[in-house]
C-alpha cells in the first residue's frame, strides 16, 4: 500500500472525487483517505506516478509516497 501526502481535501467531496478518479483506472483499487492526516493511502496496481497524477488532475497539490 503506497501513502501520499495530498494537500487540498477537506470534505467528502475531495474523498468522493479521488476514490473515483483512482478506480476509473483500477477497479479494484483499495482508497483510504483520511481527511484529518491529510494521507491518501492506495493498494493498487498502478504505479506510484499514475496515481500522483491522477489525485493531481483532479486539483489536489500530492506529495509521492511518505
Known sequence: ???FQV????CA????AITQALRAEDAAAVVEV???TAQVR???VL?????AALIAA???AVDCPI
Not at 47 to 51: D, K, Y
Open 34 to 36: 483520511d481527511l484529518a
Open 13 to 16: 467531496h475531495c474523498v468522493r
Open 47 to 51: 504505479s506510484v506516478q499514475e496515481i
Open 42 to 44: 492506495v493498494d493498487s
Open 7 to 10: 494537500q487540498g481535501m477537506s
Open 58 to 60: 483532479e486539483g489536489y
Open 1 to 3: 500500500m503506497q501513502v
